[in-house]
């Protein structure tokens, strides 16, 4: 029998998050450090065109599309990795854009710039995000850009995720401060795409949003599959991939 992959008590994931950020950037144990140190000055020469991370592949032209609830509202989310990119404190950064809709509504866009470094490690400079209300209100708080206003680039996927890492995603002081902790590796899981298998299991939180707690499940060759969030209405999995040309 498959290794059930999703943690179902909101107080232990809840005990993990708070552990995962009291020791950022610490050891995760005492064998093995924290991902890669956080540091705030990245060498480009470190880093390499092509993002093909198992766990967080961004092969140009591929499209994930996830069918979902936020907030009590359906939507599906369409993430694109596109063919551009941007250069970002001398990285060339790849360009993905994120959509979700509910039916022709406009719920929210963001473009997110992703690099990857030549030990496999998969980093994140930034975002650009706006989410639309239905009185028009549009709110853009949560972007930030690596080497603005304080903002530090943090790392997205590790090359070799293993149980208890924890790393710094993002940062943007009282703006984007998530963390991650790896909870599980291995298992299998059925998604509407397909029956995924070798799949890693992490939990998600941030001090800007205290109490939230997101669960998210990444399979090899394709990247996150499932999303779900322990404390509220938030739940995501991936319904089609059209694949890179």
Do not use: C
């Not at 540091?39 to 961004?58: E, H, K, S």
């Not at 795409?193 to 998210?216: C, I, M, N």
Request: glycine letters at 8%; proline letters at 6%; charged letters at 20%.
């Amino acid at each position: 029998m498959a290794r059930k992959v999703f943690v179902t008590s909101v107080a232990a994931a809840i005990a993990i998050a708070a552990a995962a950020m009291t020791w950022l950037p610490a050891r995760a144990s005492s064998a093995r450090p924290v991902a890669i140190t956080q540091r705030t000055a990245l060498n480009p020469a470190d880093f390499v065109a092509v993002i093909d991370n198992p766990y967080y592949p961004l092969p140009v032209g591929r499209v994930l599309t996830y069918k979902g609830v936020r907030d009590g509202v359906s939507q599906m989310e369409h993430v694109t990795v596109t063919d551009r990119t941007r250069v970002i404190q001398g990285i060339t950064a790849t360009v993905v854009t994120d959509v979700a809709m509910h039916g022709s509504r406009l719920l929210e866009r963001t473009t997110d710039w992703f690099a990857q470094d030549t030990q496999g490690n998969v980093w994140y400079l930034g975002e650009r995000t706006a989410a639309y209300d239905p009185d028009g209100t549009v709110d853009r708080s949560g972007s930030w850009l690596t080497g603005v206003d304080g903002a530090r680039a943090g790392i997205i996927m590790e090359a070799d995720p293993r149980v208890p890492d924890a790393y710094r995603q993002e940062f943007l002081k009282g703006e984007a401060e998530d963390t991650a902790w790896i909870v599980d590796r291995g298992g299998k899981l059925a998604v509407p795409y397909a029956t995924v298998h070798g799949v890693l299991t992490t939990l998600e939180a941030s001090v800007v949003e205290p109490g939230v707690y997101d669960q998210k499940i990444y399979a090899p060759g394709l990247g996150i599959v499932a999303e779900h969030a322990l404390a509220g209405n938030e739940d995501a999995v991936l319904v089609n991939v059209t694949p890179a040309p």
